[in-house]
């Protein structure tokens, strides 16, 4: 009975351990002002839409796109989270066979972090952040 209790310890302490270093792990939203860095590429006819900086309260992605009136983004609620369907007035293609808007950043914690980027309302930025949105009909 004693090695049961011990055993039933040592995988408790074990799941505490590995919940606790995920959230250890997870990037941290970050409140206050920020620039943001954005680039949108329309792939399917090589036009380069916008390049600047986005100021922004926004502790997510999804706040981001929401609070840029310059980018009109449009986004719809799905299982996931909310979807990005458009950007500067390119709406996106059939969800089954595109084209898709498409995003990414090599120096945001979160998407570093999962190899890719998460949904725009699970992906928290940081000042400096660098985001890349295109319209592609390949991924």
Partial sequence: MKKKWIA???????????????NALKPKTVAGAKTINVTV???????????????????????MLEGAPELKAK???STY????TALLDVEQGDMATGPWWLYESENNE???????????DETPIQDQDQFTFKYTDSY
């Fill in 41 to 63: 590429v329309n792939e399917i006819d090589g036009t380069e839409l916008f390049s600047g900086a986005i100021k922004t309260d926004a502790e997510t992605l999804g706040g």
């Fill in 8 to 22: 039933a310890a040592a995988i408790l302490a074990a799941i505490l351990v590995c919940v606790l270093g995920f």
């Fill in 75 to 77: 986004m719809e609620t």
């Fill in 81 to 84: 989270g909310r979807l990005l």
């Fill in 110 to 120: 979160a998407c570093k972090a999962a190899g890719f980027c998460p949904a725009v």
